[in-house]
């Protein structure tokens, strides 16, 4: 530290570091105060300072003072230097000299995000001038719960002067450690970036010679401090739940690729299944760079499992097709032999035999199995050709035969005709003769065309199972047998109706009501019966 003399120009602090100066030093500090402008301190202020009042409360002078220091840099740069500064007669602007070391917000905050500007809460408690004191040789202490601590002296300034001097560095050490504490609180400043600024804050408080509450100003750090380790704690949950998360995705995806895996041989779809496969790896790779990084055990392990099934479906993929291609040449071979025999059977004009032949050659061609995509379309356009060129042919001489069927088609309409008159029977055995001799003629008529076949036939099956309808019916009355039942039934019938009549005589004679209606409901039933089976008998004309 430096005495002060009448001459002496420098500001000196207890480090015994000197910084020279014109003899009027807010000129040098100015230039601290501009470095500081670009914090967010200073920020808000700087669009209103050039219009702002020369006299403002000591509370607004730790950020508003700079524009009015850089105002009278130009009248108090010309003065010449005196051994002994003598009071202007006039007021003047409050000098600001240039400070030592102080923290800036831009300093606290440069490791952090960008974030919205904030403004710095004034430090609580009375002014921090009321913490100090200037000495009578002009050295300026702070009182802390210690005692007095010396923190330096500004050679030309009135004491009130260098007393706000340094009162002004606490208010800036201040709002530095508070905006810090904001932006934990507000912003998503990192635990790291946090406690980065939270080590330069500690380096400038460490070395500050200021004039403040500074338990206060140790109070807001150890805030500090503790938002930051509540920043690291939260983080590291954080950490861990994106962590969790990341596992049960990656979970999820190695359990996926283990059931596509595993599932049987025959019901696995090989290309659907592939792709999957392809897709689940990349969803992996997009994991890996855009979601929380797992521990390298965690991770080691998950990667097994999914290398592994896909391994395992991709060994199995290719056994599969290996085998496939084996059964598929074994196909081909197979199919060519088909084609073969059904390019043979195309000029054959025995045409319900080859058609019988193409239709099992096509049972043949079912079990041969499946070739390859291209092998079994090329074999298959042969084989479908070989078929359509026969029954092409055949369906064209059924045209040909239909055309001379069609004068045996009148002759059996008309024979149809003439069967029909015969309906219905009322002659059984001139019925039959008649039919005889219409089926005769039937059969000589020969063939009618295949659209008419199956109409014609109809007509003469309903002629034909008429007249036996009728056959069977007389058969069936006259039957010796039958006909000696039904009389035998009715014989029964009669004595029992005759036995009942006498029944319910004697119950009315007796008076008895119960017995007379019981008598006479069984006797209603005989009778209807007996009615009944009269009725058959006289069928047989008995």
């Known amino acids: 530290m430096t005495e002060q003399t009448p001459t002496d120009s420098e500001a000196t602090e207890p480090t015994g570091a000197t ?15 501009e470095a500081t402008e670009s914090t967010e301190a200073t ?15 000591e509370a607004t002078e730790s950020t508003e003072a700079t524009e009015q220091t850089d105002a009278t840099e130009s009248s108090e740069a010309t003065e010449p230097a005196a051994p002994a500064p ?21 300093a606290v905050r440069k490791v952090a995000h960008p974030q919205p500007a904030l403004i710095p809460t004034p430090a609580p408690g009375p002014p921090a001038e009321s913490f100090g004191r200037v000495a009578e040789d002009g050295t300026v202490f702070v009182r802390t719960t210690d005692g007095e601590r010396e923190v330096g002296a500004y050679p030309g300034a009135s004491a009130e002067e260098a007393l706000h001097y340094f009162a002004r560095k606490y208010d800036e050490l201040y709002a530095s450690a508070d905006l810090l ?9 990192s635990a790291k970036d946090a406690a980065d600024g939270l080590a330069k804050l500690r380096e400038h408080v460490a070395e500050a010679n200021v004039v403040g509450d500074l338990a206060a100003l140790d109070g807001k750090v150890g805030e ?21 998360a990341a596992a049960t995705e990656r979970e999820r995806i190695v359990a996926e690729a283990e059931q596509i895996a595993g599932q049987p041989e025959s019901k696995i779809q090989w290309k659907t299944s592939g792709a999957r496969m392809r897709e689940l790896l990349e969803e992996w790779k997009r994991h890996q760079r855009g979601s929380a990084r797992l521990d390298r055990e965690t991770e080691g392990t998950l990667w097994q499992r999914f290398s592994s099934a896909r391994n395992s479906f991709d060994k199995a993929r290719r056994v ?11 196909a081909k071979a197979a199919k060519q032999e088909l084609v073969k025999e059904a390019e043979a059977l195309t000029s054959s004009t025995e045409w319900g035999q080859t058609a019988g032949a193409y239709k099992r050659l096509m049972d043949r061609w079912r079990k041969a199995g499946r070739a390859s995509r291209a092998d079994d379309d090329a074999l298959w356009a042969r084989f479908k050709a070989a078929q359509d060129a026969f029954f092409t042919a055949k369906d064209a001489n059924l045209a040909k035969e239909d ?11 008309a024979l149809l005709k003439e069967a029909e008159a015969i309906l219905p029977v009322t002659d059984l055995e001139a019925a039959k003769t008649a039919l005889r001799a219409i089926q005769d003629k039937w059969e000589a008529a020969g063939k009618v065309p295949r659209g008419d076949v ?5 007509g003469m099956r309903r002629v034909e199972q008429a007249v036996r309808d009728a056959d069977e019916k007389r058969w069936h009355q006259t039957n010796p047998e039958v006909a000696a039942r039904a009389q035998s039934m009715v014989d029964q019938l009669e004595s029992s109706v005759a036995s009942l009549r006498e029944d319910l005589e004697k119950a009315q004679a007796s008076g008895n009501e119960k017995k007379v209606s019981d008598a006479r409901a069984k006797l209603e039933a005989q009778e209807q019966w007996l009615t009944q089976a009269r009725g058959n008998l006289d069928e047989f004309g008995g």
């Open 43 to 57: 920020e808000q202020t700087e669009a209103t300072e050039s219009t702002e009042a020369t006299e403002q409360t």
């Open 86 to 106: 003598a009071p202007a007669p006039a007021p003047v602007p409050r000098p600001v000299p240039k400070p030592g070391p102080v923290p800036s917000p831009a």
């Open 19 to 33: 910084e020279a100066s014109q003899p009027s030093p807010p000129t040098e500090a100015t230039e601290q105060t």
């Open 454 to 458: 199956d109409r014609m036939e109809k």
């Open 403 to 413: 055309e001379e069927f069609r004068g045996n088609l009148a002759v059996k309409e």
């Open 224 to 244: 500090i401090e503790k938002a930051v380790a509540a920043r690291r704690e939260a983080e590291a949950a954080e950490r861990t739940a994106a962590r969790a």
């Open 181 to 189: 504490h904001q932006r934990l609180g507000g912003t998503d400043l």
């Open 320 to 330: 599969h097709f290996a085998q496939l291609e084996g059964t598929q040449a074994e």
